[in-house]
Nanobody, 123 residues
Framework: HVQLVESGGGLVQAGGSLRLSCEYS????????MGWFRQAPGKEREAVAT????????VYAVAVKGRFTISQGDARNTLYLQMSSLKPEDTAMYYC?????????????????WGQGTQVTVS
């Protein structure tokens, strides 16, 4: 049974930084993708950044590339999203998720297991 709990969201001024954390347990390390996704009011959920733990391969949305960094903690039970140079358009609910799937499908949004989300608001 996979459990994911996000934290670290909040209100920040444009140009500022935040680091989101996702504590997870119960997932299969070999063959699983992990990622951060976001959904703004009235918009579809979109992939922000994904990682394939066995190879540490990462993929970023064009809108965040160069500003956001996805990483795993050393103990491999925490997923991070370091967000810098934040813009008002980054305002959304941010979710972490995991699913057992090949690396080529990591950036799709139809993941099986999701956290409850953490709100990021950029003013």
């Amino acid at each position: 049974h996979v459990q994911l709990v996000e934290s670290g969201g909040g209100l920040v001024q444009a140009g500022g930084s935040l680091r989101l954390s996702c504590e997870y347990s119960g997932y299969r390390y070999i063959g699983s993708c992990m990622g951060w996704f976001r959904q703004a009011p009235g918009k579809e959920r979109e992939a922000v950044a994904t990682i394939y733990p066995p190879t540490q391969s990462t993929v970023y949305a064009v809108a965040v590339k160069g500003r956001f960094t996805i990483s795993q903690g050393d103990a491999r039970n925490t997923l991070y999203l370091q967000m810098s140079s934040l813009k008002p358009e980054d305002t959304a609910m941010y979710y972490c998720a995991t699913d057992y799937r090949p690396w080529a499908l990591c950036f799709r949004t139809d993941y099986h297991d999701w956290g409850q989300g953490t709100q990021v608001t950029v003013s």
